[in-house]
Nanobody, 124 residues
Framework: QVQLVESGGGLVQAGGSLRLSCAASGLTFSRNAMGWFRQAPGKEREFVAT????????YYADSVKGRFTISRDNTKNTVYLQMNSLKPEDTAVYYC?????????????????WGQGTQVTVSS
């Protein structure tokens, strides 16, 4: 049974930082690209960042490029999202997801396993 468990969310002031973690189990973690998505109230879930199986290729949504960094540790079956210079518009539930492919990709339909989400709230 595949499980993805996010942690690290919380309340932070604008300009602050948070680091999200996602611990994976039940899959061969090093074979899967991983992604982060987010969903704000009343909006659709949107792509944030993705990383390939080896950690050598990453891709970001334009809205977070230069502020967020995705990384992974295959020895710990964990993917991270370092979020700096946070803005109120970054407020959302953040979801970790495992792709059915090894290469990084932004298409939500390519991700077949999802975590339960962690709330990030950025106050102005």
């Amino acid at each position: 049974q595949v499980q993805l468990v996010e942690s690290g969310g919380g309340l932070v002031q604008a300009g602050g930082s948070l680091r999200l973690s996602c611990a994976a189990s039940g899959l061969t973690f090093s074979r899967n690209a991983m992604g982060w998505f987010r969903q704000a109230p009343g909006k659709e879930r949107e792509f944030v960042a993705t990383i390939n199986w080896s950690g050598t290729s990453t891709y970001y949504a334009d809205s977070v490029k230069g502020r967020f960094t995705i990384s992974r540790d295959n020895t710990k079956n964990t993917v991270y999202l370092q979020m700096n210079s946070l803005k109120p518009e970054d407020t959302a539930v953040y979801y970790c997801a495992a792709s059915s492919y090894s290469s990084s990709n932004a298409y939500r339909g390519d991700y077949n396993y999802w975590g339960q989400g962690t709330q990030v709230t950025v106050s102005s």
